[in-house]
């Protein structure tokens, strides 16, 4: 176990063979690149078999249960319950250091108290990027070497940035060793990241090193490629033994070593893995389901009860600070479905422990076997091949479950703790044999501990009657498992803060002040900020719900009327406060300083000369809040206008502009100007500053042009007039026929400034008809606010207009039958009035469809139902619509289209029921009451009478019941 982050580093640069890692030195005359090789070792190691839980017959007869392993003490046969799991890369162990997008570390090294200043530096040795591109959501691992075993750095905080977004993250080291710190960081977003700093504390003194100040650039690429320079590269065609030790250093010439930070991260205990800020990951595996059923002994089925033990184990589990429990299944059934094999729903669950980034993973299973006799508990550990540290794991944590177990009064099956190896000679990826039990293989390849507890043997009846026959006796089995994993994995019981860091012990004016923190459970946290010895200042965070995830509290030193604060000691005060009442309160110090009086960072004109047409510029910025007003000024003291009035700004750049009119819009003369900006605190400090300026171009009112969008347009189309004039001006823009004849107006005295304008006719009079081919006029008059007047004609001609006329005018069908719609399809070529009539054989009017409707050019359609105006079906024969266009200049035309309708037939099966017999009725009539006393005394009798004789009759009661 104590080995486990010296292999865990060996396998970030062997998984799958990664491309070449990336390694960065502070010493700038190491340019050396070892060779590399062309070929990349690949080790597959599937597994496509199916284990069953029924076992391998050992060659007793009637054994249907899988043999014990060599190990074991007991040698009768015991069934063994387990999954499958495929392969990937491991990210179970990930301390969760870096922030999301809100630009914050999470978890800052706590600096100590200033100390007396220490000569001795701590320099950088190296700099190791695992890989140059990820793929969103794959896992960075970073290498960072400083100073050496005298100076030894155990916490520290790597400062980097998504360039592509502008992001600033931070992530906290995961271990350390004499002179190594790992950092592991998730790839959350696209971008090109590039490393800024890392920070530590030593000898009681905050250090920070920039790497751009030792001419270091470290980039890598999540979803963008990106060119990197690294000083030099590890070789990736190793063997699997060889990588064991490859991890590389650089001595004072430059040369690459190796094993340097396995060495110094040999005693680094598998605790050092998960973030010190992070939760504990546990996921508990109920064996079997309902489709995958698991032993049957006894009356009582294996994967009902291990389903029970185990939510009793997450019940107790979730008493606990800093775990976070789940179950690869909740239920009965199988989680990926009924459809789902053995071995796909075993690989599933180690699947879905990477997923969730399991710490540990705990699988529950109840044993069986042949003969009565076998009895006791005992759990399944990894075997030492590949990953030794997973083994250990295993086997310690294995241990004490069975002592708790054990301590219910259980007894110790074969041993406690066992293994089993692979018995068809499957490999590990470094050529050593498998564990045999799936769960256990597939969780280490993907570097998660594994343990399978066989909790008691359902063919013993002593086990059952004691253990498992009741809920109690099963809570006590979970309970158990739940001490075992608390026991060993240190966790604690009660609220507290997981932990409050400072952004910065010192912040000046213009920055934020910071404060992170996390807590163990839900909880309302208030987060106060005093100043000096205890004086309130302001609440930034006011009882606000939390989970347990990391918060930020953010200051931007300001009072609560908007003012910086003067320079000074301050505090944060953190108060968390959970729905039972527990409380806790945390304080942090820091400093603010750099306030000063109020003062222009800097006032600049955009130029200091500018012609009319154009705008005149002032660019501003204050060192504090402050309330602006920016005016304009003439000649020697003559106000103008104001372009700002009293507007709150803070410390950043802004703009006034000016257009260069006057408040009623008229371009200003010729001459000197000034802009006056005045600021003002909260506080009454103000601060004045003019800037003088020349205008210049001031020119009579003028089209700047005037042009026409075509000198000929047609019916259906629009005649388009673009102009722009060269001052503000009030705008008209009328259309005239032929030689003087007024038309229509399109824009009347519109105000309008500088900018382009367009005026649109649809070639339609005033009455909304087309107009007659022609020539036409547009005449467009442009008056100033001082009276002057510029106008401008411009002539086309209209063409297209023809006589109203049907686009089209088509039958749906020319037979219709009763049921269906008849359906007349038309469209015409000018707006107009349209009615739609209804004649039946030679000319008999019959109904009116559309009457009068106003339409345009689009396609139209109208529907008759074959029923007259009393809403019964007519009968069969030729019909005809009628469709009637006029258009408001009162052209006319009129086009008719036969068809013929084929009615229901009387006799034959009703398609009708009673229920809308009498909804037809009721819709129509009222039922007479003098019926009360018949044999139909409600319309719903009257209508299943009704519906009855036509039945008996074989008349189809929908078309006689009209009739009635």
Known sequence: MKKLLACMLSVIMCLSILPMDSLYAQNEGMEQEIERTAEEASVENETDEEESEGGVDSGGAGMADVTEPDNADDKETVDVTEPDCPEGTDDSDIPETVRPNDVNPIDMPKAAPQAEENTNEILLNYLLVEKEYLEAGEIQNIVVSLGDAENHISEAAL???????????????????????????????????????????????????????????????????????????????????????????????????????????????????RNRSGDLVVVLDPGHDNTHAGAQKNGYSEEKLVLKIARYCKEELEKYNGVVVYMTRESDACAWG????????????????????????????????????????????????????????????????????????????????????SDDGDTYPDGSLTDYLAVIRKNKENGIPAVLIEHAFLSNSSD????????????????????????????????????????????????????????????NVTVQVFYGNNAYLKTLVSDQGIGTNDQVARWDLTDNAGNYVPNGTYRFTVIATTASGEQVI?????????????????????????????NADVYYAVNKNANVTVQVFYGNNNYMKTLVSNQKIGTNDQVARWDLTDNAGNY?????????????????????????????GNKPLAYKWVNLGSGEVKVGNNADL????????????????????????????????????????????????????GTYRFTIIATAASGERVIEHR?????????????????????????????????????????????????????????NQGIGTNDQVANWDLRD???????????????????????NIIAHKWFQVENYRIMGTSNTTVDKMVAYYNSRYTYPAFYANSEAPTIRDFCRIYYEECAAEGVKAEVAFPSV
């Open 338 to 421: 009924s459809g789902t094999t053995s071995g796909e729903c075993l690989t599933k669950r180690t699947e879905f422990a990477k997923e969730k980034g399991a710490d540990v993973f705990v699988s529950f299973h109840l044993n069986s076997n042949a003969s009565s006799s076998p009895k006791g508990a005992g759990v399944y550990y990894p075997n030492q091949n590949y990953r030794p540290d997973l083994s250990q794991e295993g086997h310690d944590l294995g241990r004490v479950i069975v002592d708790k177990l054990m301590a219910l009064g259980l007894s110790e099956w074969a041993g406690g703790t066992l293994i089993r190896n």
């Open 795 to 851: 002539w086309f001609q209209v063409s297209g207009n023809v006589p109203l006329s049907y686009k089209w005018t088509n039958l749906g069908s020319q037979s219709v039958a009763a049921g269906n719609n008849a359906q007349l399809y038309y469209a015409v070529n000018k707006k107009a009035n349209v009615t739609v009539q209804i004649f039946y054989g030679d000319n008999s009017y019959l109904k009116t469809l559309v009457s």
């Open 464 to 523: 059952v009657n004691n253990f498992l026959n009741s809920e109690d006796k099963l809570k006590r089995l979970g309970v158990a498992d739940a001490e075992a994993i608390v026991q060993y994995y240190g966790l604690q019981k009660g609220f507290g803060y997981k932990w409050v860091n400072l952004g910065n012990g010192n912040v000046t004016i213009g920055n934020n002040a910071d404060v992170y923190y996390a807590v163990n459970k839900n909880a």
């Open 722 to 773: 673009y102009y722009a004039v060269n001052k503000n001006a009030n705008v008209t823009v009328q259309v005239f026929y032929g030689n003087n004849n007024y038309m229509k107006t399109l824009v009347s005295n519109q105000r309008i400034g500088t900018n382009d304008q367009v005026a649109r006719w649809d070639l339609t009079d005033n009455a909304g008809n087309y107009v007659p081919n």
């Open 586 to 614: 945390e304080h942090r110090w820091f400093e603010v300083s750099g306030n000063e009086p109020l003062s222009y960072k800097w006032v600049n004109l955009g130029g200091g000369n500018v012609t009319i047409g154009n």
């Open 869 to 891: 105006n009393e809403g019964r079906f007519v009968p069969n024969g030729t019909y005809r619509f009628t469709v009637i266009a006029k258009t408001a200049a009162g052209e």
């Open 668 to 696: 200003v003369p010729n001459g000197t100007y000034r802009f006056t900006v005045i600021a003002t605190t909260a506080s009454g400090e103000q601060v004045i500053e003019h800037r003088w300026f020349q205008v210049s």
């Open 159 to 273: 400062e980097y940035k998504n360039e592509t977004s502008g992001a600033v993250y931070q992530a906290v080291s995961a271990a350390s060793s004499e002179d190594g710190l790992l950092f592991r960081m998730s790839a959350r977003e696209q971008g090109t990241y590039t490393l800024l700093s890392i920070q530590f504390t030593y000898e009681g003194r905050a250090e920070k090193i920039l790497l751009a100040d030792l001419g270091m650039k470290v980039q890598y690429g999540v979803g963008l490629a990106v060119d990197t320079e690294a000083d030099d590269y590890l070789i990736s065609d190793l063997s699997a033994l060889e990588l064991e030790s490859s991890i590389v250093s650089v001595g004072e010439n430059g040369v690459i070593g190796a094993d340097s930070i396995a060495e110094a991260l040999e005693n680094v205990s598998s605790y050092g893995l």
